[in-house]
């Protein structure tokens, strides 16, 4: 089995589509799929699908449907959403609050364990059955209850911050919505998240 981090980025990414793509058509009832259907489904090209499929090893006969439910499994054991992962959201503003209410993200196996803010007003504050608690108490909260991802949806002065009270309680991995750029030590992983990025590279191709 090659190791988890030698899958590309890209390919992780179109395994996550492709994974949606499987928990929706399983609620409609189907039980396989080949990779045209797949192709369908996701606008990504069935050579490219069986490419990244490739990384999970041995996929059984070519032309024979793939078992929604072994297919699943195997991204998800891939993929590492085989355990719930606890994360915890800081900055329980517009966006903090958005992503703490998308149920979506459960079927991925993420659980939402915390929620920080400063703003005194809205301490006590329960967004998706989880209450909103004081940024001071981060580090100690993220440690008693071993959660190790957190979101950063502060503003970007606070975001430095923010990242190394959640280090410090014991948070690798972090998903950065601010446009602050992270520093972390050796160990720990940020990714990036920018809608408005995609706003402007949209922007790029819209016809003058
Ligand atoms: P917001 O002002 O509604 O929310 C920010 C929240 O963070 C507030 O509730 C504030 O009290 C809290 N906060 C401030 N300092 C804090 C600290 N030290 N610890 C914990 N909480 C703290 O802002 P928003 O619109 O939700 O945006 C949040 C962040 O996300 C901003 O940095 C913004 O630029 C970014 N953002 C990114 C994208 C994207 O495309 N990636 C899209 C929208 C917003």
């Not at 045209?36 to 032309?63: C, F, N, V, W, Y």
């Not at 703490?100 to 998706?128: M, Q, R």
Request: glycine content about 8%; some cysteine.
């Amino acid at each position: 089995m090659p190791e988890r981090s030698k899958i590309p980025d890209p390919s992780l990414a179109r395994l996550a589509t492709v994974y949606r793509a499987l928990l929706d058509s399983q609620r409609n009832g189907r039980k396989s799929l080949n990779s045209l259907d797949l192709q369908e489904l996701t606008g990504i090209a069935a050579t490219q699908i069986r490419k990244d499929l490739s990384h999970l090893g041995e996929m059984g006969k070519p032309g024979v449907g793939y078992d929604i439910g072994d297919l699943k499994r195997r991204i998800a054991e891939r993929l590492n959403l085989s355990r719930r992962q606890k994360f915890a959201i800081i900055g329980a503003g517009r966006l903090g609050q958005a992503l703490a209410s998308y149920p979506g993200l459960v079927e991925f196996s993420f659980k939402l364990a915390a929620l920080f803010d400063v703003d005194k007003k809205k301490i006590g504050k329960v967004v998706n059955g989880v209450a909103i608690q004081p940024a001071a108490e981060i580090s100690k909260n993220l440690r008693r209850h071993r959660v190790r991802i957190a979101v950063l949806t502060v503003p970007a002065s606070a975001a430095q911050g923010a990242a190394e009270a959640a280090v410090q309680g014991g948070a690798r991995w972090i998903l950065n919505f601010t446009p602050a750029h992270i520093a972390v030590p050796a160990g720990c992983v940020v990714r990036n998240v920018s809608f408005t990025n995609e706003f402007a590279v949209l922007a790029h191709f819209v016809e003058k």
